[in-house]
């Protein structure tokens, strides 16, 4: 492994259509958010998961996702939020 060489972070820009986190922990998350808002300002994060799933409803409070709406699909109810950047005024 010692050929691996450095590894940036964060990494470049993934070009594709959703980009889909999985096991991050929650301060991972936050940093991500923030690097994409770096990259991306202005630009809203988008988030769906079932209202079932605990864990994600409270992690996407927590990193100050707000609800959309909800909708069923997959015979479950989902939330949809959305995540922007907090851009200073005036």
Known sequence: MSGLGPV?????PMRTE??????FEARDRAA????????LPGEPVVLCTQT??????RLAAKL????????????????FGVWSPVTPSG
């Open 64 to 79: 100050g996702f707000t609800e959309v709406e909800r909708f069923e699909e997959w015979g479950a109810e989902q939330w």
């Open 32 to 39: 991500v958010l923030g690097w994409f808002a770096g990259v």
């Open 18 to 23: 959703r980009l889909v986190l999985r096991e």
């Open 52 to 57: 079932a799933n605990d864990y994600s409803m």
């Open 8 to 12: 940036a972070w964060p990494p470049a």
